[in-house]
C-alpha cells in the first residue's frame, strides 16, 4: 500500500538544532508537514525540540506530521563497522528518544554501504515496521541492483527509495524501474544547479568549478524559464520533480526561501519546458556525496 507520504518536504541536512527552532516552525507554518532528517546530521534533537515546542501552538498534532529519519548503516570504505541485524534493530531507539516520538513514519537505510549486511540491515527494518517503530520502510540511494538483493530474498520491498535527482542528474533508467516496482521517489539534492547551491564554507560537494560556473551564465535555460513564468530558478527545478511525479524536500535556512520552496502551485511547466529540462542530463554520478555516489556502490 502506498505511503502517505506528502509532496512537499522540509531537508534539515546541515541545518543544526539550534537553527531548527526557527526554521521548523516557519516551514510547518508555511505549509510542509514532512521533515527529513538523518542519524548523521546530528540533528535529530532538534527536529524533536522545534515540533514539541511548534505543533501545540500550530494546532497541529503528531499525526498531522510525517518524520522520516535515516540510520547510517556503517560503511566499511570509511573504516565505520557494518551494522548487524540487531545493531539495525537497536538502531532506531536513540533517534525516537532524540526526536521525542513513539514511531516515525519512515525509516530509511542511508546508503548500500555494507555489501555483505545489506539483506539482514533490510530484514531488521522489516521488524521494526512490524514493531510500529516506523509506519513505512524504505531506502536512500540504492541502485536497481541493491532493490533486486531484497527481491531475492523473498522480502518486502522498500516503500521509498530517497535519491539525488535534478536536470542535470535524472537517473532516468532506475527512474523506469522504481515506477515498474511502485517504489515512490523521494528526490534530494533538487538544487544542485542553482550557482549558490551548498556554497558555504564548510558545505562540501563534488561540483566542479565548470558546474559552479554554468549556474551562473545569465542564459542558462533555467534563468530563461524563471523569467518566463516569474518565478525563481529554485522553484524551476522544484517543480520539475514534482511534475515527474517525484516527492521533493528542499533545504533552506531562510525564510524567504522556505517559503518560496513551497509555492509551487500557481505555474506549470509546459511540455516544450520539460524537454529542455530533460535535455540538461550531465551524468547520475552525485553531486551531493562528495566521496562519490553511492548508487555506484556495487
Ligand atoms: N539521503 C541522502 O543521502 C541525502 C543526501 C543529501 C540530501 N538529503 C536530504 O535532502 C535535503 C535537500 O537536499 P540538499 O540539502 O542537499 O540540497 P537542496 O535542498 O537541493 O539545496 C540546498 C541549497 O540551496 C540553497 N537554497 C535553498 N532554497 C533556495 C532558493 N529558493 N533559492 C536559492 N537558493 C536556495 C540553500 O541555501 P540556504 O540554506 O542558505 O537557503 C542550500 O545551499 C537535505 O537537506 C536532506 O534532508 C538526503
Known sequence: MAIALPKIGFGT???????????????????????????????????????????????????????????LPGNPAR?????????????????????QLDYVDLYLIHAPFCKNERIDQ??????????????????SNYSQTHIEEIKSAGLPLPEANQIELHPWCQKTKLISYLKHNDIPVIAFSSLVPLSNWRSKKGENSSKSEQMKADGKDPSSILKVMANKYGVSEAQVLLKWGLQNGYAIIPKSSKQYRIKQNIDLYSFTLDDTDMQKLASLQRSDGGVAWPEGDPTLIA
Open 79 to 99: 573504516g565505520q563497522s557494518p551494522l548487524s541485524y540487531s545493531d539495525t534493530l537497536n538502531s532506531i531507539e536513540p533517534s525516537l528518544e532524540k526526536l
Open 13 to 71: 541536512y546541515l541545518i543544526t538544532n539550534h537553527e531548527l527552532q526557527t526554521c521548523i516552525p516557519i516551514a510547518l507554518k508555511a505549509g510542509y508537514r514532512h521533515i527529513d532528517t538523518a542519524q548523521v546530521y546530528r540533528n535529530e534533537e532538534g527536529v524533536g525540540l522545534a515540533l514539541i515546542k511548534s505543533l501545540g501552538t500550530l494546532g497541529l498534532s503528531r499525526d498531522d506530521v510525517f518524520i522520516t529519519t535515516k540510520v
Open 122 to 139: 533490510w530484514r531488521a527494518l522489516v521488524e521494526l515496521k512490524k514493531l510500529g517503530k516506523a509506519k513505512s520502510i524504505g531506502v
